[in-house]
T-cell receptor
């Protein structure tokens, strides 16, 4: 019930391509869905987040698409760049930040 | 110093050792967290402190002992660890309230031999 399932585990995309990472959840009480980006040797950092009352949120090249009925959400990275190579974690939360449940992570590699 | 600082960055310890991980946040936040990050697993929430009181302890073995002396500092005391405890230990902080993001440190890479 508390799990967030993330796929794929790893992803290789050519420079300029679109990277897509998917997450699914079961707990309908989740009310906040952030994505975190983690570079090697660094801690995760908030990238973008969405609430379930909207179906899409865009910040620059990063877009979250949210499908409430399917209980799925995804991260799209447009015009992927080598600097986007990192591990991406989806997460979901009820209430305060202490209830954040993370996915298993997707290691993205953007090739030249 | 800005953000969340963790020391040491790397730690190798034997199973009979006692060591401590330190975390300091310079963001004025009122909540601090310890997470465990292992390969191919979700980040595991270990402990949460809000206003210096422990508000969550997710069934963590007693060989891990947290301490939060004030809202800016958090420690994780380690003793008689097992090899499976080898992982990246991440500290985070946040300001309690809706949509307040977690701010993570860069972690301590712990190896138990």
């Amino acid at each position: 019930q508390q799990q967030v399932k993330q796929s794929p585990q790893s992803l290789i995309v050519q420079k300029g391509g679109i990277s897509i990472i998917n997450c699914a959840y079961e707990n309908t009480a989740f009310d906040y869905f952030p994505w975190y980006q983690q570079f090697p040797g660094k801690g995760p950092a908030l990238l973008i987040a969405i609430r379930p009352d909207v179906s899409e949120k865009k910040e620059g090249r990063f877009t979250i698409s949210f499908n409430k009925s399917a209980k799925q959400f995804s991260l799209h990275i447009m015009d992927s760049q080598p600097g986007d190579s990192a591990t991406y974690f989806c997460a979901a939360r009820t209430g305060t930040a202490s209830k954040l449940t993370f996915g298993t992570g997707t290691r993205l590699q953007v090739t030249l | 110093e800005t953000g969340v600082t963790q020391t040491p960055r790397h730690l190798v310890m034997g199973m009979t050792n006692k060591k401590s991980l330190k975390c300091e946040q310079h963001l004025g936040h009122n909540a601090m967290y310890w997470y465990k990050q292992s390969a191919k697993k979700p980040l595991e929430l270990m402990f949460v402190y809000s206003l210096e009181e422990r508000v969550e302890n997710n069934s963590v073995p007693s060989r891990f002992s947290p301490e939060c002396p004030n809202s800016s500092h958090l420690f994780l005391h380690l003793h008689t660890l097992q090899p499976e405890d080898s992982a990246l230990y991440l500290c985070a902080s946040s300001q309690e309230g809706l949509d307040s993001p977690l701010h993570f440190g860069n972690g301590t890479r712990l190896t138990v031999t």
